[in-house]
C-alpha cells in the first residue's frame, strides 16, 4: 500500500521485495568479472585452459534472470523471520512463541543475533531455490564448457531422452546441498555481523536511521569476514557443479586433497573476497538506500 507519498511504501515485506531484488542486480551486474574469475580459477583444469581473462561476461544471461527474484526471496524471508521472532520474544505470541521461553532460560543477550541467524539461514535456503539452478549455467558458461547461458541450459535439457525429467531435475540443482553448506555458513557471520554493526552506528550516533553509505561500508567488512572462512566450501561447489558427471561431495573431497593438497581449497580466495567485500558494500548499500527511500530502515 502506497502511502500518501508516492515513493513510500508501508508494507515491509513489499519493501524487502523491491529492494532485495534491484540490490541482487545491482551487485550481480557490476562484479560479474571478477565472480568469472573466482569460477575459472577454482576450476579443475585451470584458470586459462577455462578461459582466462576472455569474456569475463560468459554465462551474464542465467545472471540477469536469477539475480532479482533470488535476493528478493532472500530478503522477503529474513526480514520476514526476523520480524516473526522478534514479536514472539517481545509478545511471546505467534508462530514462534515458545521461542520467548528459550530466549528467557537459554539464549539471554544472545537473542539478536540468534534471530539474526536463524532468519538469515532461512532466507538462504529459500533463496537457493532459484541460485543453485542459475549457479549451475552461469559456471559451466564461465569456465568455457559452453558458448553462453543458453548453450548450457540446452545441453541440460537435451539429456532428458538418457536421464529423464527427474534426471534433468537433479542435474539442474547440482551442488545443492554443498551450495546450503556453503551459503549457511556465510549467511550465519556475515549478517549477524552487519546488523551489530549497524546497532552499533544507532547507539553511538543517536539516530534510527543508517545510511546507505554505512550500511554498504558495514556489509563490505562482514562480507570479507564471511568470505575468508567460507572459500573451502566455495571451492568444492564450484568443482562439484562444473563436474562432467555427478560425483558425492566426498569422493570430491578426497580427490582434491590426494592431488592437489589443501592448499587446493584456498585458489581463488583473494578474488573471492575482493568480489564479496565490494558485493557486501554494493548489495547491502542499495538494499538500504532502497529501503529508505520506499519508507523503512
Not at 521461553?101 to 543475533?113: I, K, M, N, R, V
Not at 573451502?232 to 573431497?253: E, F, G, Q, Y
Not at 593438497?261 to 568480489?275: D, E, H, Q
Request: proline share 3%.
Amino acid at each position: 500500500m502506497l502511502s500518501s507519498s508516492s515513493t513510500t511504501i508501508e508494507n515491509p515485506f513489499t519493501r524487502a521485495l523491491l529492494a532485495g531484488g534491484l540490490a541482487g542486480t545491482s551487485v550481480d551486474l557490476s562484479l560479474y568479472p571478477i565472480d568469472t574469475l573466482k569460477t575459472r580459477l577454482q576450476a579443475s583444469p585451470g584458470f586459462y585452459a577455462s578461459g582466462g581473462f576472455r569474456g569475463v561476461y560468459a554465462g551474464v544471461g542465467s545472471a540477469v534472470i536469477g539475480s532479482a527474484p533470488g535476493a528478493a526471496l532472500f530478503f522477503v524471508t529474513y526480514e520476514g523471520f526476523k520480524s516473526s521472532l522478534r514479536h514472539a520474544r517481545e509478545t511471546g505470541n505467534g508462530y514462534f512463541a515458545g521461542y520467548a521461553g528459550l530466549h528467557d532460560g537459554l539464549f539471554g543477550a544472545w537473542s539478536e543475533p540468534i534471530e539474526h541467524m536463524a532468519a538469515a539461514s532461512a532466507g538462504e535456503i529459500a533463496a537457493c531455490a532459484v541460485r543453485v539452478p542459475t549457479e549451475v549455467i552461469k559456471q559451466r558458461a564461465q569456465a568455457a564448457q559452453y558458448g553462453s547461458s543458453a548453450a548450457a541450459l540446452r545441453a541440460i535439457l537435451n539429456q532428458r531422452g538418457a536421464i529423464g525429467v527427474t534426471g534433468i531435475w537433479r542435474e539442474m540443482y547440482r551442488g545443492w546441498n554443498v551450495t546450503i553448506m556453503r551459503e549457511v555458513p556465510f549467511t550465519v557471520i556475515q549478517f549477524p555481523l552487519w546488523e551489530a554493526m549497524k546497532e552499533w552506528k544507532r547507539r553511538t550516533s543517536g539516530r534510527e536511521e543508517i545510511s546507505a553509505v554505512q550500511s554498504g561500508l558495514f556489509g563490505s567488512l562482514a562480507g570479507a569476514v564471511a568470505a575468508g572462512v567460507t572459500t573451502p566450501l566455495d571451492v568444492l561447489k564450484t568443482r562439484i557443479m562444473l563436474a562432467r558427471h555427478r560425483t558425492s561431495t566426498l569422493r570430491l573431497l578426497q580427490q582434491i586433497l590426494k592431488e592437489s593438497g589443501v592448499g587446493a581449497f584456498f585458489k581463488g580466495v583473494g578474488p573471492r573476497i575482493t568480489w564479496i567485500s565490494a558485493g557486501g558494500a554494493i548489495f547491502l548499500g542499495t538494499y538500504q538506500w532502497a529501503c529508505n527511500a520506499l519508507g523503512g530502515l
